[in-house]
C-alpha cells in the first residue's frame, strides 16, 4: 500500500523560511517524477515544483522561481522543499504527488494528505 506523508508546515513571517518534506512509502521516490502542489482557499491549485524521474530536471514555475528548491534523498526516500523569503502569497496547502511518468508534467498517481503553511504579514 503507497503512503506519502508531507510535513513541515507552519505559521511563519514573511522573509521567513520554512522546509516540506515529503516522506513514502510503498513507492520509492526515485522512481516516479515528484511534484509539490499548493492549493489557496478560493484559489485553483498549482504546481510549484518538480523533479524528474531522474533527477535531471526541476521545474519551477515564475511566482517561486529563485525561492523555492526541490530536492530528493533516495537513501531516506523522501522529497524536500526548501522555501525561503516566504510571502503572505505562499500561505497555502502544500502537496506532494508521485507521478509514473519520466519528465514532469505527469498526471499524478498518488498524494499526500498536505502540510498547511501560512505567512503572516
Known amino acids: 500500500q503507497v503512503r506519502i506523508m508531507e510535513s513541515g508546515g507552519a505559521l511563519v513571517q514573511a522573509g521567513g523560511s520554512l522546509r516540506l518534506s515529503c516522506t513514502a512509502s510503498g513507492l520509492a521516490v526515485k522512481d516516479y517524477s515528484m511534484t509539490w502542489f499548493r492549493q489557496a482557499p478560493g484559489r485553483e491549485r498549482e504546481g510549484v515544483s518538480c523533479?524528474?524521474?531522474?533527477?535531471?530536471?526541476?521545474y519551477y514555475p515564475t511566482s517561486v522561481k529563485g525561492r523555492l528548491t526541490i530536492s530528493r534523498d533516495n537513501a531516506k526516500n523522501t522529497l524536500y522543499l526548501q522555501m525561503n523569503s516566504l510571502k503572505p502569497d505562499d500561505t497555502a496547502m502544500y502537496y506532494c504527488?508521485?507521478?509514473?511518468?519520466?519528465?514532469?508534467?505527469?498526471?499524478?498517481?498518488?498524494w499526500g494528505q498536505g502540510t498547511q503553511v501560512t505567512v503572516s504579514s
Open positions: 523533479i524528474s524521474w531522474a533527477g535531471d530536471t526541476r
Open positions: 504527488a508521485a507521478a509514473g511518468s519520466r519528465d514532469c508534467g505527469g498526471r499524478p498517481n498518488y
